[in-house]
């Protein structure tokens, strides 16, 4: 009887990892303070994804996802809607200029637009949470 039971739960064990496969993935996304970590975060953060970590200092954003669930084109595209430049993907300009000033990061280079007028060097003084 112990034996069915320890059988059961090892089955039960290994069901449960196989349906639960996650990969994990980081990518450049640019951002200023913590408010944009909010926002990257939240933005990130779809179904199938069981985590993502923006950090500060190397601009760099983690997550882990499910593959089967989640496309990654996806998760750039969503973080450029809400206004953050990835590797990947540019935010449109107009709503990157809807971000309060303090969010309103270096822009991750474009290439065929030279001497961006809007760039700006400012850093939020509010840090993390
Ligand atoms: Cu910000």
Same mark, same amino acid.
């Given at each position: 009887?112990?034996?069915?039971?320890?059988?059961?739960?090892?089955?039960?064990?290994?069901?449960?990892?196989?349906?639960?496969?996650?990969?994990?993935?980081t990518f450049e996304?640019?951002?200023?303070?913590?408010?944009?970590?909010?926002?990257?975060?939240?933005?990130?953060?779809?179904?199938?994804?069981?985590?993502?970590?923006?950090?500060?200092?190397?601009?760099?954003?983690?997550?882990?996802? @499910?593959?089967? +669930? %989640?496309?990654?084109? =996806?998760?750039?595209?969503?973080?450029?809607? #809400?206004?953050? @430049?990835?590797e +990947? %993907?540019?935010?449109? =300009?107009?709503?990157?200029?809807?971000?309060? #000033?303090?969010?309103?990061?270096?822009?991750?280079?474009?290439?065929?637009?030279?001497?961006?007028?809007?760039?700006?060097?400012?850093?939020?003084?509010?840090?993390?949470?």
């Open positions: 009887m112990k034996t069915i039971l320890i059988a059961f739960l090892t089955g039960f064990i290994s069901l449960t990892g196989y349906s639960q496969s996650t990969e994990s993935a996304v640019a951002g200023n303070c913590g408010m944009c970590k909010n926002r990257i975060e939240e933005a990130a953060t779809i179904d199938g994804v069981t985590s993502a970590d923006w950090n500060l200092e190397d601009q760099m954003l983690t997550i882990v996802y @499910d593959p089967e +669930k %989640v496309d990654l084109d =996806d998760i750039h595209q969503r973080i450029a809607d #809400a206004g953050h @430049d990835t +990947k %993907v540019r935010a449109k =300009d107009e709503t990157y200029k809807k971000l309060p #000033a303090c969010c309103q990061f270096e822009r991750i280079e474009e290439s065929n637009n030279p001497g961006n007028p809007e760039k700006k060097s400012g850093r939020c003084k509010r840090k993390g949470n």
